[in-house]
Every structure is written in structure tokens, then in C-alpha cells.
């Protein structure tokens, strides 16, 4: 397998520069080789990082395996994933998450790095056994519940310290859902809806940055959706505080005006006011958002279609995630292409001390594609993003020398 990227733009030290790329079948190199299949209009960056998927082994092989999710992610252009702990069993003592371990020692195609859970089972009564795991997670979390006692949140900060890692948190409290199911805002409205406030999200957020100045625990938020997450989060950035975030691509590309009445729109935190929107773009402008991650969350068909209040809380997104990236952010000139990469690959990376070899991704660029997703590699296939137009698509994945990916 051979190509040359005739004139590719490519990231090199932070900027991107343009230049002939040739690639021989395991590597990169700027010399010509004039035997290879030529493909123009491309760009070759460090494969993406997602420090926010769902694989949903061991338990729930129905919605994803190990093996279809990281193909999947290898065809979005990432060559590492973060794996949420909402499994069954849940990843709380070593002799679970050996479990997963063995999984994605056997299946794997990219490295998948598992995150051990806060509590026992993600019941929020007891801290799990952290000290079993640390050697082997990305951190910990209880993603798809928050933490809903401040004493237990203190105690797993102080803990997570002790060991040098982060808590990564799901900001959700429990008391302010009332039911809900999309955001409370005109849509919920004007269609019968029940609706998720606001603070329910920034609530839990504001609580966990004091905790943090008393701990001085390195502290994530996950999916962040609201205006006043983003602006609580860029002051305690201001303050010095230990805190970074991520948004998914749905929160920065659609708002609530954007729904339709099924399970593709369905997702936790829902999809917010324009204004919530506004707010994400220009966190993810002036760096309050360090990231960008897919919360890819596969479930059946069927329980995706049960329209917005029956579904199933979830989207997938790791195979569309820089396509849309790329055409609703990039191509309008909201971020640069650089800005892109590290949201993408090199801050969740320096975060998250993943200090393997990224390898890289080609996309070819500037071509109209429609998402369809029957051609998903994922088990899921229930996104908001179906049969949106598109100007990116993946060409090659290299992780290790070892192509992951390719449609050359």
C-alpha cells in the first residue's frame, strides 16, 4: 500500500505547513515517490484522542464491542480511547477491571485506556478501590451519574490525589431533573416535553471547583452543554484552579431549535438554547473548552426508537466527529485547523499524560459527503448528524506503523 499526498497540508510543530508527503505503507516521508497513487487536497495530522467513549464491554456487547468501537474510531481518525466505566461489571476493584483489561488486550486495534469508577458500582455509597486500579486507568469516574454527595466527592478527590490522578466528572444533579429528558428551554416548551435545567449540570460544577481549591485534586468536567458551565469553568481557569473540560461536537454544532421528535436526539446533557451554543463556540475560541470528545454512546436500534422521551439517553459520533468538526467549525473559519488538532489530539493527550506515539490520520478534504449511518462501522447508529453534509472523510489511520484504517 502506497500513496503520495500531492501538496497535503500537514501539522508540523504546531502550525501547518504544506508539502509532497509520501507514505510507503508504514511511514511518512517527504520524498516523491512518482510510482504511487496520487490524491490531492488532503491533510495529515497526530491521530485523535477521544478521552470520552463508550464500549460498552464487558455487559452490554449488544450496543458495542471492543473490537467494532475501535475499528470504528481507527475510520474516525483516532489512534487512542478513553473508556468510560458504566459496564457490567463496573471497572471498581482490579479483579473487574482485569476483565476489561483482558478484553481490550485480546481486541483492541488502538490502545483503549479504561477509567476506573468513583464509587462501587457508580451507587455513590462507597469509594471504590482505587489504589487496585490507579496503575492502569485514565482516572476515575462515574460517568452517567454524578456524584451527588459533597463528602463523598471531597473523600474521592483527596484519594484520586494520593495517586496521582484525576477525577473525571459527570455533573449532574440528581434533584434538579424532575424527569427530564431534553433541555428546558422553548423546544420542551412548545412541544409537551419535560425539561432538564440548566443547573443541574453548572450546579455540580460550581460545588466541585470549591472542592478542588480544598483538595487541590486535578479535576476534568465531562460533556459541558451551558453557558454558565463555560463561563464558572473560565473563572476558575482565571483563579488558578486545576480544572479542564471537554464538549462534544453536537453541543458547538446544534441547539435545541435543531430537534425533532426521535431518539437521534436524544442525549445526555441534551442539546441547549442557541445561546448555550454561542457560549461553547466561543469557549472552545479562547481556550476555556480544552477539548473536544464524541461521549460516543452506541445503543440497539430498538432502544433508540422510541422517540425523545422513551430512547435510550446516547449518540454515536467517533466516526463523525472531524468531518464535522472540519466543515462546521473550520471550513466557516470559527477555529483554525490548528486549533482543531489540538482539540482533537494534543491537549487531551497533555492532559491526560498519554505520552504513546500518536501515529496519524489522513483526511482527504473539500468533497461533499452525506453521513449515512448504514456505512458506520459502529454498532450504533443513531446520530442527529444523519444525512448531514460533510467535506472531510477519512483516507488512512496509522497507529505503530500499523495501518488501522484505510481507504486509499
Not at 483516532?78 to 485480546?106: G, S
Not at 412541544?191 to 460545588?207: N, V
Request: glycine content about 10%; proline content about 5%.
Amino acid at each position: 500500500m502506497k500513496a503520495l499526498f500531492r501538496g497535503a497540508m500537514i501539522y508540523d510543530g504546531g502550525v501547518m505547513k504544506k508539502a509532497d508527503v509520501s507514505f510507503d505503507g508504514t511511514s511518512l516521508s517527504l520524498s516523491v515517490d512518482t510510482s504511487a497513487p496520487v490524491f490531492d487536497n488532503t491533510v495529515i495530522i497526530p491521530g485523535f484522542c477521544d478521552v470520552h467513549v463508550h464500549l460498552r464491554e464487558p455487559g452490554f456487547s449488544y450496543k458495542e464491542t471492543i473490537k467494532s468501537g475501535t475499528l470504528a474510531s481507527a475510520r474516525g481518525g483516532y489512534t487512542c480511547v478513553c473508556a468510560m466505566p458504566n459496564l457490567k461489571p463496573a471497572p471498581d476493584c482490579r479483579e473487574t477491571l482485569n476483565e476489561q483489561l483482558e478484553i481490550i488486550r485480546r481486541d483492541a486495534v488502538i490502545p483503549v485506556i479504561p477509567y476506573g469508577t468513583i464509587t462501587y458500582g457508580e451507587m455513590g455509597e462507597r469509594l471504590s478501590d482505587m489504589e487496585s486500579m490507579a496503575a492502569d486507568v485514565a482516572g476515575f469516574s462515574d460517568d452517567g451519574r454524578g456524584v451527588q454527595s459533597r463528602d463523598m466527592m471531597r473523600e474521592a478527590m483527596l484519594r484520586a490525589k494520593s495517586l496521582g490522578k484525576m477525577i473525571v466528572a459527570h455533573c449532574e444533579d440528581n434533584s434538579l431533573l424532575r424527569g427530564g429528558y431534553v433541555h428546558d428551554g422553548d423546544y420542551a416548551r412548545a412541544h409537551g416535553h419535560r425539561g432538564i435545567c440548566s443547573e443541574s449540570e453548572w450546579g455540580p460544577i460550581a460545588r466541585d471547583i470549591e472542592l478542588i481549591k480544598e483538595t487541590g485534586c486535578a479535576y476534568h468536567v465531562c460533556h459541558i452543554s451551558t453557558k454558565e458551565s463555560v463561563e464558572i469553568i473560565r473563572r476558575a481557569k482565571a483563579e488558578g484552579v486545576n480544572i479542564t473540560c471537554e464538549t462534544g461536537p453536537h453541543y458547538a454544532l446544534l441547539d435545541d431549535s435543531d430537534l425533532r421528535e426521535d431518539g437521534r436526539f436524544k442525549m445526555n446533557p441534551p442539546l441547549r438554547s442557541p445561546e448555550d451554543r454561542e457560549a461553547i463556540i466561543e469557549g472552545l475560541r479562547d481556550g476555556t473548552i480544552d477539548m473536544i470528545a464524541t461521549d460516543h454512546a452506541p445503543h440497539s436500534a430498538e432502544e433508540k426508537a422510541r422517540g425523545l422521551e422513551g430512547s435510550a439517553f446516547g449518540v454515536v459520533g467517533i466516526e463523525t466527529c472531524f468531518p464535522l468538526v472540519y466543515t462546521g467549525l473550520v471550513m466557516p473559519g470559527i477555529i483554525s485547523m490548528e486549533r482543531a488538532v489540538e482539540l482533537l489530539s494534543v491537549n487531551p493527550r497533555k492532559r491526560f499524560g498519554i505520552d504513546h506515539d500518536a501515529g496519524f490520520t489522513v483526511f482527504s478534504l473539500g468533497k461533499k459527503e452525506r453521513i449515512d449511518p448504514g456505512d458506520f462501522i459502529s454498532m450504533g447508529k443513531s446520530t442527529p448528524f444523519e444525512n448531514a453534509e460533510v467535506e472531510a472523510k477519512c483516507l488512512l489511520t496509522v497507529y505503530d506503523g500499523r495501518v488501522v484504517y484505510s481507504e486509499l
